[in-house]
């Protein structure tokens, strides 16, 4: 059974830094990928990074320079370091698994306070 948990969120100022985990119950190469989802209130869910199974990267146009998307192999984990944070950047995160079949984590709020 595959299972997410996010973790790292909380309240920080505009300016400062976060680094969310998700912790998978498998290993990170059992998916063709892993990425980050945001969803800020009234708004749809949106894709923010992922990371392919063979380490390759990519971000959304708005958050590149200041997210960067990694992960430990070793512990089944994926990191997204947010620098740079801003007020539009709150948001729950997601962490998503994906191999056919898409898994998702419960998510974890992020306020950027200005």
């Known amino acids: 059974q595959v299972q997410l948990v996010e973790s790292g969120g909380g309240l920080v100022q505009a300016g400062g830094s976060l680094r969310l985990s998700c912790v998978v119950s498998?290993?990170?190469?059992?998916?063709?990928?892993m990425g980050w989802y945001r969803q800020a209130p009234g708004k749809q869910r949106e894709w923010v990074a992922q990371i392919s199974r063979n380490g390759a990267t990519t971000h959304v146009d708005s958050v590149k320079g200041r997210f960067a998307i990694s992960r430990d192999t070793a512990k089944n984990t994926v990191y997204l370091q947010m620098n740079g944070l801003r007020s539009d950047d709150t948001a729950v995160y997601y962490c998503?698994?994906?191999?056919?079949?898409?898994?998702w984590g419960r998510g974890t709020q992020v306020t950027v306070s200005s």
């Open positions: 498998m290993s990170v190469f059992n998916f063709n990928s």
């Open positions: 998503n698994a994906d191999r056919g079949n898409s898994y």
